[in-house]
């Protein structure tokens, strides 16, 4: 009797050290998946908001999840799950790119023009605006 309550004891001691240890082994696992996610999510949020500082704490912290993810073996669903968020992370990595590009041409579109069209005039063989400018006062 009392064998058997020691032999129940061990096996139960065992599966819980063997739960332990593979609970161990998934936590940081998940736990970088957690952090990509964490960065997707504030990114997908402010993306708009980031100033320069905001971007370099992005570049730090991505790489410091890459770095993390790399260390693990995934399954075939974590990988297709990792590899969205990477792509979703890189969507807004472009689009705000795309629209700080917008707000410089915007802002500075009159003086983009300008040297557009003097461009164009010297091309054409117009005369240049010092020319114009003197047959003016004239």
């Known amino acids: ?3 058997k309550k020691l032999i129940k004891g061990l096996n139960a001691l065992c599966i819980t050290f063997v739960l332990c240890l593979v609970c161990a082994c998934v936590a940081p696992k998940q736990r970088a998946i957690n952090q990509l996610q964490a960065i997707h999510d504030d990114l997908e949020v402010n993306y708009t908001n980031y100033n320069v500082e905001k971007w370099k704490q992005f570049a730090r912290d991505y790489r410091e999840a890459d770095s993390l993810i ?5 399954t075939p669903e974590e990988k297709e799950y990792i590899g969205t968020l990477r ?3 890189s ?6 790119a795309g629209q700080t590009v ?3 041409i915007v802002g500075e579109g009159r003086e983009i023009m ?20 003197e047959q003016n006062e004239n």
């Open 114 to 133: 300008g040297i557009l069209n003097g461009m164009i005039d010297v091309l054409k063989g117009k005369e240049g605006i010092k020319n114009t400018q």
């Open 102 to 104: 917008m707000n410089a």
């Open 70 to 74: 790399a260390l693990y073996e995934y």
């Open 87 to 89: 792509g979703e992370i």
């Open 1 to 3: 009797m009392e064998l």
């Open 91 to 96: 969507g807004y990595i472009v689009k705000a």
